[in-house]
């Protein structure tokens, strides 16, 4: 009896349109994430990511739509992340069907919206979600980021992953801004310095380009594998990445 | 047709459960009405978050007494997740000196697993006990959890006159019970309206112990 490693496909979802590109065979609409989120759970997925990437506020309505039309039809974990401001927001999503609720930004600028929200939901529904890059101005060689990696929050990664587990984040999406878009590999470096530092769960993200990518980064250290663009132009199939693992002895879900 | 109440007591994603319920052909609603809720064919106590705000909560809609009626009537009562560590003695969650109360439908004390990595967060496997009812088809397939504290023995002892209880095992850093079939008192720790169509299958399965096949 061993818990399996997760792989979870990531949605960015755009005023209720999936973009970044999907190239999924057999879609009546490949722009719709309602109808690719139940894709990817045929497909074997263990859980989904949806990031609502909307700018303004002013599309929530239309996230908690597609967030409740796809936990209605869809029977695994279902995190939403993006936006959310207030425990207010987290309340909405989980009301909607959403499991786990991603915090970014405004978990930076105020660090209480974790604790209080892991409080009110528990910590288990609360995923601390961190873009890290590399520098040199801070004591790991990493810090946290905000506006999708551009700007500098302050903090050293290491130093807020931890704060932010402290304070109730039941989990930590750890974005490398480094890797994403590479298609190198996910940054090992920095998962087995988090999986030193900090004991919940680590969705590793970022870099995934080819299947001899997955196994090591659970090597390093993460217990689930996030991915976006290789699932979504099928270019990698999920149950290719399970095959790949199990040949590396680590436990997948059949 | 058969009806299954989700408590509503503000601790669970019931949306989820109601979804999962009515894929099993009957009818489901969510509610925290007294009456419903003990007429019910079925009841599904979800649960999430601490222990303890958990067991207040549910007193607060007398989701104790409901339970317990039922019960003594040989109703079915279907706890999950937190759902089914408040059916135990007491809790060790956020207790300073005195554990948190359970329901106390069975004895055992819920405590924080000993493993490196909490919560215990993903798909793993029971060991399913024999003759179970409620993995009957699916005793090999992974269900999902998600907790960081779980009763790691059973301490109900065997009755002559009662069918025992039958009790099925996890393991993640130490063995704890997966989930539990004792007369109308069923519970599982981990999530069957999330651990897709294994799940819906042991929905199905519970289902079919109240739900005349029609």
Redesign the interface.
């Known amino acids: ?6 792989i979870i496909p990531c949605l960015d979802v755009d005023q209720g349109r999936v973009v970044k590109g999907v190239n999924f065979v057999n879609l009546r609409d490949a722009g719709d994430p309602v109808e690719l989120a139940l894709a990817y ?1 045929q497909a074997g997925a ?1 859980e989904l990511v949806f990031l609502d990437i909307t700018a303004s506020s002013a599309n929530r309505e239309t996230t908690y739509d597609i967030v ?1 039309r796809t ?3 869809l ?3 279902l995190t939403v992340g993006g936006g959310v401001r207030t425990t207010h927001d987290v309340d909405n999503l ?4 959403a ?1 786990k609720v991603g915090i970014n930004t405004a978990g930076l600028a105020n660090p209480e919206l974790i604790s209080d929200a892991s409080r ?6 609360i995923v601390l979600s961190v873009d890290v890059r590399r520098t040199s101005e801070t004591d790991s060689g990493f810090e946290a980021t905000t506006h999708g990696g551009r700007r500098s929050s302050g903090w050293d990664a290491i130093a807020w992953i931890k704060h932010a587990v402290d304070r109730g984040a ?2 930590v999406l750890l974005n490398s801004m480094d890797a994403d878009g590479t298609k190198n590999g996910y940054d090992l470096a920095l998962i087995e310095l988090v999986r030193k530092e900090v ?3 680590i969705i590793a993200s970022g870099g995934a380009g080819q299947l001899a990518d997955f196994a090591p980064a659970v090597v390093a250290g993460a ?2 594998l996030l991915a976006a663009s290789v699932f979504h132009f099928g270019e990698i199939s999920i149950h290719e990445v399970k095959a790949e693992l199990a040949l590396h002895n680590v436990t997948v ?2 | 047709m058969s009806t299954v109440v989700i408590l509503d007591y503000g601790h669970g ?1 019931v ?2 459960a109601l ?2 319920i009515e ?1 099993t052909g009957v009818t489901a609603r969510i509610t925290s009405d007294f009456d419903d809720a003990l007429s019910a064919d079925g009841l599904l106590v979800p649960g ?3 222990f303890g705000s958990c067991v207040s909560a549910l007193r607060s809609v007398r989701g104790d007494q409901i339970i317990e009626r039922r019960l003594a009537g040989g109703l079915p009562v279907l706890g999950i997740c937190v759902g089914m560590q408040i059916l135990f003695a007491s809790s060790t969650e956020h207790a300073d000196t005195n554990n948190f109360a359970g329901l106390d439908q069975w004895p055992g004390i819920v405590r924080a697993l000993d493993a ?10 029971v ?1 399913a006990a024999d003759n179970s009812h409620m993995f009957q088809g699916i005793a090999q397939e ?1 269900f ?5 504290y779980g009763v790691t023995s059973w301490d109900l002892p065997d009755h002559d006159y009662l069918e025992p209880p039958r009790v099925s095992w ?3 850093g130490e063995q704890f019970v997966a989930a539990v079939e004792n007369g109308p008192l069923w519970a599982t720790q981990f ?1 069957p ?5 294994a ?2 299958t042991l929905l199905a399965n519970w289902v079919s112990t109240f739900s005349e096949k029609s």
């Open positions: 009896m061993t818990l399996a490693v997760r759970g263990d409740r936990a209605d039809q029977f695994i974990p989980l009301r909607n069907g499991d009110i939901f528990g910590n288990q529904c039941g989990e004991g919940v769960p217990d689930a879900r059949a | 994603n949306r989820s979804r999962a894929s999430v978050g601490a490196p990595v909490l919560p215990h967060m993903g798909w793993n496997t060991r992974r999902y959890f998600v907790h960081s996890s393991h993640y999530h309206e999330k651990s897709g169509q799940g819906l």
